[in-house]
C-alpha cells in the first residue's frame, strides 16, 4: 500500500514540476509557432535569480513566509527581463521565417545565456534550501511528504485552472485562440497580433523562470541546469501534442506516473521509460495526444 | 687616420681588439641553450554541475601548486623549481561536454597545442575515453580524480597514470566502516549514478559487503541519471524499505541536492547515509548535513588529512589565497602535480640533471613511490600505473558552539587492506573475499 501511495504521490510531484516547465514552452509554441530551446535559459536565470533572492531575504532574518513571496517576485522580474528582450531585438525580426530559422536562433540565444549565466553567477552552485525544509513534512500512510512538494502539485493545479479560465473566458484568451488558429486571418479581422505575439512570450518566459524559481529551493543551482529541463519539457510537449495546455498537463502526469511507477518497481528502467512513453505515444499519435487538427491551406 | 694621434689610434684599437675578444663570451651568455618550459594541459570542469565542488577547487589547487612549483617554494621534498629547472606553463581547458568532445580536446592539447604532459578529468566516462587515444599518441597523461577502477584493469596502458586511488578503495574502506558502526547489518540500499562511476562503486560496495557480511542482504538499488537533480521518488522508494544503511557516491549538484530533498523528508532518521565523496559538500552545506553521517573523502584528505609540514603548507597556501578550506579534489590535483614532478625529476636525475625525453618519464613514473600532502603515495598497481594509498572514513557532526562541521570517529584504513594487490583486479580480488588484505 505504502508503494501505492509513494507511486502516486511521487508521480503528481514530478508532474506538476514538468507541468510547470512545459507550460510556458507549449504557450509559445502553439501561440507563436516557435520551437523555443531559449526556454531552459528562462529556468537557468529563474531558478538563479531565485536563489539569489532567497539568499538575501534570509540572511536578513526575515520571516520564512515573504520567502515564498521573493520566489515568485524574482521569476517575474527576471522573465520579463530576458522575455522583452529576447522578443524585442531578436524574435521579432524573424517572424514569419522558416521555422527551422527560428529554432537555430532561439538554440544559439539559449547557449550564449548559458555563458551569460556563468558571467553573472559564477559557476560555484548556489543553495537556497530555506523555503524547501521550512516548509517542513506530514507523513501520509506512513511515508513522510515535503509540504512544498505538495504545494507544489496545489501550485501547478491553480496554474492549470488559471490557464484554462484565461483562455476560455477572456477576452485576451479569445484574441489568442484566434491567433493559434490562423494568424492572418486574425490580423485581417484586427486582432493586434504583434501584441498578442509579445504578450505571449513575455507569460511564457515568465512560466519558464517561474518553473527555475521554484525548483531552486529543492536543489544545488547549478551551470547547466537548463539543458536537463528542455529536454524532458519537450518529451512532456510531444507527448500532449505542441502548442495544446491540456496535453501538456496531460503528458506531464503521463511522464511523471510512469517515472515514478519505474523508479519504484523497475528503477532500472527509470530514464526508458520516459523515452517509451513518449515514443509510444508518437508511433499512435505523431501530432500528440491532444493536437488539434490543421487545416489545410492552399 | 687623417687627424688622429698614434697613441689614440692605439688606445682605439686596443678597445675594439678587447671588445671583438669579450663578443664570444657575451654572444655566448645571450645564446646558452635555456632550459625550455613543459606545457601542461590541465583539463577540469571550470563550468557546469561538478565546477563549483570538484572542477574549481582542482583548478585552484593546479594554479598554486604550479606557480609555487615555479618559484621553487614548496616544501621539501619538492623544493627545486620547476620540473628539474624547467618552468611549467600551464593551459587550462573546460571538462564540460560529451566525452567525445574531451577526445577532440585531448587531441587538440597534444596534437596542436604541444602540450609535454596533461594532467586531466574528474568524469570516468571522460577517463574511459581518452586513456585510448592517449596511448595512440604516446602523450603522457596523469589522470587526477576520476574513480573508476576500470581504466588499468582492462588493457594495459603505458603512458597514462593515476596518482589518485580508485574507487574500489573508497567503497571497501565504506563497508568496512558501515560494519564497524552495525555489526550486525541486515539489509543496505544505495543510490548512485547511473554512468561508470555510480555503477562500478556500487558494484564495490555490494561485494566488498558480500565479503565482509554475507547475511546483509541488499533491499533497493537505485541509479538515477547523472545531474538528475530531483530525486522525489528515489527518497520515496528508500522511505518504503528496512534499511539501516544507504550507500551513495553522489558528487556535485546531486549530493547536495539529495541531502537537502532526503533531509527534509526524514530518511536519515531511519537510515544512515554514506557518502563516500561527501567531505566536498560538508562546508558548503554544514548543519544541512545529519549527524552522523558516514563521510568519505576518497583518501585520508580534507579535515582528515595527517599534521604533516607539507600538508600544513598546502593548507595555509589554499586558504590564503582562497579563503577556503582544500577539499579532496584539490588533494587529488596537488598530488597528481607533485607525481609527475617526482617522475620528471626521477628521469632526469637518471640522465644527470639532463630534461628527459618522454619516455623516460613514464619509464621513471611507473612503480614510484611519492609524498602528497596527505599521503604517501604508491603507483603499486595497474603494472605500476596505479596508485595505492590510506584512507580516512568518520562521521559527520555539525559542531554548533563553534558553528562550524567537523568529522569525528575516524578510522584510517592501510592501502592494502582496501586495495587488490597487484595480479588481481579489483572485481576478481572482492569476489574472492578480498584475499592478503592487510588491516593492522
Known amino acids: 500500500m505504502i508503494t501505492v501511495i509513494a507511486i502516486v504521490t511521487d508521480g503528481l510531484v514530478y508532474a506538476a514540476w514538468l507541468f510547470v516547465v512545459a507550460i510556458g514552452l507549449t504557450l509559445i509554441f502553439g501561440v507563436m509557432k516557435i520551437l523555443n530551446v531559449a526556454h531552459g535559459a528562462f529556468y537557468a536565470f529563474g531558478a538563479y535569480a531565485a536563489a539569489t533572492a532567497i539568499g538575501l531575504y534570509f540572511d536578513r532574518g526575515w520571516p520564512v513566509v515573504g520567502g515564498y513571496l521573493a520566489i515568485a517576485t524574482a521569476a517575474i522580474a527576471i522573465g520579463l527581463l530576458m522575455g522583452y528582450i529576447l522578443e524585442r531585438v531578436f524574435l521579432r525580426r524573424v517572424y514569419g521565417k522558416d521555422e527551422v530559422v527560428v529554432v537555430l536562433i532561439t538554440y544559439a540565444l539559449f547557449l550564449i545565456l548559458e555563458d551569460v549565466l556563468i558571467l553573472i553567477w559564477g559557476t560555484d552552485g548556489r543553495s537556497a534550501y530555506q523555503p524547501y525544509t521550512e516548509a517542513g513534512s506530514f507523513t501520509v500512510g506512513g511515508l513522510p511528504l515535503s509540504v512544498y512538494d505538495i504545494g507544489l502539485v496545489g501550485f501547478a493545479a491553480l496554474l492549470a485552472i488559471a490557464a484554462s479560465y484565461t483562455i476560455k473566458k477572456t477576452t485576451f484568451g479569445r484574441l489568442l485562440t484566434a491567433v493559434i488558429y490562423d494568424r492572418e486571418t486574425a490580423a485581417a479581422f484586427g486582432v493586434d497580433v504583434s501584441r498578442v505575439y509579445t504578450v505571449t512570450f513575455l507569460v511564457g518566459a515568465v512560466l519558464g523562470a517561474l518553473g527555475g524559481a521554484l525548483t531552486a529551493p529543492k536543489i544545488s543551482v547549478t551551470p547547466g541546469l537548463g539543458v536537463e529541463v528542455i529536454v524532458l519539457a519537450f518529451a512532456v510537449v510531444a507527448i500532449g501534442g505542441m502548442g495544446s495546455m491540456e496535453g501538456a498537463l496531460v503528458g506531464a502526469l503521463i511522464v511523471g506516473l510512469f517515472r515514478a511507477g519505474a523508479v519504484h518497481l523497475i528503477p532500472q528502467l527509470e530514464l526508458f521509460s520516459i523515452y517509451a512513453v513518449m515514443a509510444l505515444v508518437l508511433v499512435f499519435r505523431p501530432q500528440g495526444l491532444f493536437s488539434r487538427a490543421q487545416p489545410r491551406k492552399i | 687616420m687623417q687627424g688622429m694621434t698614434a697613441s689614440a689610434w692605439w688606445v682605439r684599437k686596443v678597445s675594439v681588439a678587447a671588445l671583438l675578444a669579450a663578443m664570444p663570451a657575451v654572444a655566448g651568455a645571450q645564446t646558452a641553450p635555456a632550459v625550455p618550459p613543459v606545457k601542461l594541459g590541465l583539463v577540469t570542469f571550470l563550468t557546469g554541475p561538478a565546477a563549483g565542488p570538484f572542477g574549481i577547487p582542482g583548478r585552484n589547487s593546479a594554479e598554486i601548486m604550479i606557480e609555487m612549483l615555479n618559484a621553487g617554494k614548496v616544501p621539501a621534498p619538492y623544493a627545486t623549481a620547476g620540473l628539474a629547472g624547467a618552468t611549467i606553463v600551464p593551459k587550462f581547458v573546460d571538462e564540460a561536454g560529451s566525452s567525445a568532445n574531451q577526445v577532440t580536446e585531448f587531441r587538440n592539447l597534444v596534437q596542436r597545442d604541444g602540450m609535454n604532459a596533461v594532467v586531466g578529468y574528474i568524469s570516468s566516462g571522460n577517463c574511459l575515453a581518452v586513456a585510448p587515444v592517449a596511448e595512440e599518441l604516446k602523450a603522457l597523461t596523469v589522470f587526477w580524480d576520476c574513480g573508476t577502477p576500470r581504466i588499468f584493469e582492462e588493457r594495459p596502458l603505458k603512458y597514462v597514470f593515476r596518482a589518485t586511488p580508485h574507487a574500489t578503495m573508497d567503497n571497501v574502506a565504506a563497508a568496512r566502516y558501515v560494519l564497524k558502526k552495525f555489526p550486525d547489518l541486515a539489509s543496505f540500499s544505495g543510490i548512485n549514478q547511473n554512468y561508470a562511476w555510480g555503477q562500478d562503486s556500487w558494484r564495490d560496495f555490494v561485494a566488498a559487503m558480500k565479503a565482509l557480511a554475507p547475511k546483509a542482504t541488499v533491499d533497493k538499488e537505485l541509479l538515477p541519471k547523472l545531474f538528475a537533480g530531483e530525486f522525489g521518488a528515489e527518497i520515496s522508494a528508500l522511505l518504503t524499505t528496512n534499511s539501516k544503511v544507504v550507500h551513495s557516491s553522489f558528487w556535485d549538484g546531486d549530493l547536495e541536492s539529495f541531502i537537502v530533498q532526503s533531509g527534509a523528508r526524514g530518511l536519515p532518521a531511519r537510515s544512515t547515509m554514506v557518502y563516500t565523496a561527501g567531505e566536498t559538500a560538508m562546508f558548503r552545506l554544514g548543519a544541512k548535513i545529519p549527524d552522523g553521517t558516514i563521510i568519505g573523502a576518497r583518501g585520508p584528505h580534507g579535515v582528515m588529512a595527517p599534521d604533516t609540514p607539507l600538508n600544513r603548507w598546502f593548507r595555509q597556501v589554499y586558504e590564503d589565497r582562497f579563503a577556503t578550506a582544500p577539499t579532496y579534489p584539490a588533494y587529488h590535483m596537488a598530488q597528481s602535480i607533485l607525481g609527475l614532478k617526482a617522475a620528471w625529476e ?76 597487484a595480479n588481481m583486479t579489483s572485481t576478481a580480488w572482492l569476489e574472492a573475499g578480498m584475499p592478503g588484505a592487510k588491516c593492522n
Open chain 2, 346 to 421: 626521477k628521469a632526469a636525475a637518471a640522465k644527470g640533471g639532463q630534461q628527459p625525453a618522454i619516455d623516460d618519464v613514464v619509464k621513471a613514473f611507473e612503480g614510484i613511490e611519492f609524498e602528497g600532502p596527505s599521503a604517501k603515495i604508491r603507483m603499486a598497481i595497474g603494472n605500476g600505473h596505479q596508485g595505492i594509498a590510506d584512507i580516512a572514513y568518520g562521521s559527520f557532526r555539525f559542531n554548533k558552539a563553534e558553528g562550524k562541521p567537523e568529522i569525528v570517529d575516524i578510522v584510517r584504513y592501510p592501502a592494502e587492506c582496501v586495495n587488490p594487490p
